[in-house]
């Protein structure tokens, strides 16, 4: 008689992969929003006015500019004036060294940020003038000439100080643009940076006090503790983890979460930073993967050809 | 007392004992296998490999997962996933395998309806293989409390709230089964010792029965041809291999058997380590947090259909039909009253009962998963009444099936 088999194999193939289709694919679109990349184009903001000067600009950020009142430049020799959990008792969260500023944000950013933070930030939404706050960082209001060509020389002096592109490593950049608000516990690192190992257990309890101060204050600026993010790569996914960065308020209208304003590249290193994380194995998973389908293709071929062989004798 | 004999290999001193040679015949080369069956007969092989997965990577895990609150989700995604060599691997395998034996559960069950395979003296073994697959969904639900997230957390609240009755509000029950008001430690460290104790030892249990039930009726064949197994043996042991309408289980239908799990193992390797996100759901790589609830919460894809047969009615009714839905497979030997142990093909009416059946679980799938606004909801309600009526219909149509 004829062999259904194959009319078999169909059925049941189709039919399984139906269900797959709805139950992932299709309900997943059906229940996220689909936002697209808008490759950290930054397109909503000017372009930064040309001919900024990096000496002009250190100038200004040294000067009139007045940010190292708050922020320290490291790499300019600017300490901090306070300890991180000091600073967030003052500011909410803790103003961000601006040694690597250039590198891990985008000109325009950079540019609107210092021009107007709410915008930039995307946070006009919090300062509202009912809600009767205004945001930690100060607005700059030009120092006497061209505002824009002002906030196109601290630029370029951002840029001037910062480390190369290609020596921003991935746990860098978390750091930068993620660190001061999402602890990483699985990577050790706290709002108020890493936790090393500790020889007296009372160094450890007084570090641990300090990491819940700062959020405590961290906690009063954003409304809750921006959650730890060791494991968002899994739970969110890097399509997701990469949009929200972009601009937080497509995915999650209304969040108090600010617009990061980094580079595509630095947004890369980010992500690669949230695999080291929380997706650890993922190379081993590939090679590991190819060496077991090679074994079990093996096998499969081995056991067609015993079924055969014991099969001559019965037909 | 038996008499016993200086044994003269070690064989014989195990048979003196064992009766081994005897046991091999019963279990292997004497039970006797239609030769007329298909690829869909290897289902139950392709189960014992899957289960042996789940346990031997259980087993890895069990290792090294702590089953408290507080270290629960810590010891899984930390410990397991990035400490323990190959911990990754372990739970790659456990998660897709408690996915993937769902689906072959599946195919194994519609396989049995199709083929009539719970009629005449079969009755016991599809009871066995429902109280397995209760067994298996009690299995996987306790185990997907385990990793302590959110879609634990919130799963486990939302089932185990399906205990109060609706209007009966019997809150006591759900406080007594979670240990609790709210899933907690207490309910963790039973839901741990149900998945690697209690249940694991009754589905061990049920798969005895399961494979006992099957051995003096012998399996079902696709043809719905009733085989004389003596007669046909005795001409295979005669020699006429070709003749005989009957196969040795071991090694003549094993074979088949393990070429299909080759090909099977071919297909969950790559979901293993290419495809594993429906069966490991995102939601769940968050930390469980009872003052956050997510904004979609679903059970695995394989408790889709019953969850849409609750969710589209008011909360009692919903509960009547839940529960109607949970029994009513159990009693299909019994509600189907025709003699007709043959393919669905040739049984007129049955056939559309099947293939609608089929696609309707498959509708109920889908619309359990997804947001229940708008059609959604409404078909989602009408697959749930179809799915009722169905059921209210097949002891009528099969009443009246002409004898085949």
């Known amino acids: 008689m004829k062999n259904k088999e194959p009319l078999i194999l169909a059925v049941v193939v189709i039919f399984s992969l139906i269900t797959y289709y709805l139950v992932e694919p299709y309900a997943h679109h059906v ?57 967030a008792a003052s500011y909410g969260v803790n103003p961000p060294d601006l040694s690597n500023a250039g590198v891990v944000y985008d000109e325009r950013f950079l540019a609107d940020l210092i021009k107007n933070p709410t915008h930039a930030l995307k946070v006009e939404h919090k300062y509202t003038e009912e809600s009767g706050k205004t945001h930690p960082m100060a607005q700059f209001f030009g120092a006497g000439g061209d505002i824009d060509l002002e906030a196109a020389d601290m630029v370029a002096y951002l840029k001037s100080i910062a480390v190369k592109a290609e020596d921003l490593t991935p746990k860098m950049a978390y750091e930068n643009a993620c660190g001061r608000c999402h602890a990483m516990s699985y990577e050790n690192w706290t709002q108020i940076g890493e936790k090393g190992s500790f020889k007296f257990k009372k160094d450890e309890l ?72 929380g997706d650890t194995k993922r190379d081993e998973r590939e090679s590991i993967g190819m060496n077991v389908m090679i074994y079990i293709v093996i096998f499969a071929i081995f056991a067609l050809l015993w079924k055969k062989q014991v099969w001559r004798d019965l037909h | 007392m038996a008499h016993f004999t200086k044994a003269t290999s070690v064989k014989d001193w195990l048979n003196q004992r064992l009766a081994i ?63 323990v060599d190959f911990g990754w691997l372990w739970r790659h395998v456990h998660g897709v395998a408690a996915s993937v034996v769902f689906l072959i559960i599946y195919i194994h069950m519609f396989t049995g309806i199709y083929y009539g395979s719970y009629k005449k003296g079969r009755e016991l073994i599809w009871v066995s293989g429902m109280l397995l697959f209760v067994a298996f969904s009690a299995e996987a639900f306790s185990g997907y409390m385990l990793p302590w997230g959110q879609m634990s957390y919130w799963a486990g609240m939302v089932i185990t709230n399906l205990f109060s009755g609706g209007s009966l509000h ?23 010792m149900l998945h690697v104790l209690l249940i694991p030892l009754a589905i061990l249990g049920l798969i005895g029965l399961h494979f006992g039930a099957l051995r003096i009726p012998h399996v079902n064949n696709q043809d719905g041809e009733e085989i004389d197994f003596d007669k046909e043996a005795k001409k295979y042991l005669a020699g006429d291999k070709a003749g005989s309408k009957v ?20 297909f969950f390797f790559y979901l293993v380590f290419w495809n ?17 609830t997510p904004a979609h919460i679903y059970p695995e894809w394989y408790f889709l259909w019953s969850y849409e047969i609750l969710r589209p009615f008011s909360v009692d009714i919903g509960l009547i039909a839940f529960a109607f839905a949970q029994v009513i497979f159990v009693l299909l030997p019994w509600l189907d009253r025709s003699p007709n ?64």
């Open chain 2, 341 to 404: 142990a043959v393919p669905a093909n040739r049984r007129g009416l049955f056939a559309i009962w099947f293939w609608v059946m089929l696609v309707n679980l498959i509708v109920l799938t889908a619309m359990g998963k997804l947001p229940p606004e708008g059609m959604f909801s409404q078909i989602g309600f009408v697959s749930a009444i179809l799915f009722i009526v169905q059921w209210l219909l097949l002891p009528i149509i099969t009443m009246f099936e002409k004898k085949v």
């Open chain 2, 276 to 292: 594993y996100g429906f069966a490991m759901d995102p939601v769940n790589f968050d930390p469980a947090d009872g003052l956050k």
């Open chain 2, 247 to 266: 196969m040795r289980f071991a090694n003549d239908f094993m074979s088949k058997d393990m070429m299909v799990v080759g090909i099977f193992l071919v």
């Open chain 1, 206 to 277: 007084a570090f641990n006090i300090k990491v819940l101060e700062y959020e405590d204050s961290l906690k009063a600026y954003m409304g809750k503790l921006p959650p730890d993010l060791s494991m968002y790569i899994r739970s969110r996914g890097e399509h997701f983890v990469s949009t929200f960065v972009e601009n937080p308020q497509s995915q999650l209208e209304g969040t108090a979460m600010p617009r990061v304003g980094v580079t595509a590249e630095a947004a890369e290193k980010v992500i690669e930073h949230m695999k080291d994380a």
């Open chain 2, 21 to 83: 040679d005897k046991v091999e015949k019963v279990m292997m080369s004497e039970y006797w296998i239609p030769k007329n069956i298909n690829f869909l007969w290897a289902m139950g092989m392709v189960l014992v490999i899957t289960f042996a997965l789940l346990v031997v990577s259980g087993i890895f895990l069990l290792m090294y997962y702590v089953p408290t609150v507080e270290e629960a989700f810590y010891s899984v995604n930390y410990t397991i996933m990035r400490e």
């Open chain 1, 31 to 87: 229940m996220h929003k689909h936002v697209e990349s808008e490759h950290f184009a930054y397109a909503d903001l000017p372009a930064l006015t040309p001919g900024g000067d990096a000496a002009r600009g250190q100038e200004l950020v040294m000067g009139a500019g007045a940010c190292t009142g708050c922020h320290s430049i490291e790499a300019a020799g600017v300490p901090a004036a306070m300890e991180p959990q000091m600073a």
């Open chain 2, 170 to 192: 019997a809150d006591g029950l759900v406080e007594w089964i979670r240990g609790d008001y709210v899933p907690a430690q207490a309910f963790l460290g039973r839901f741990f």
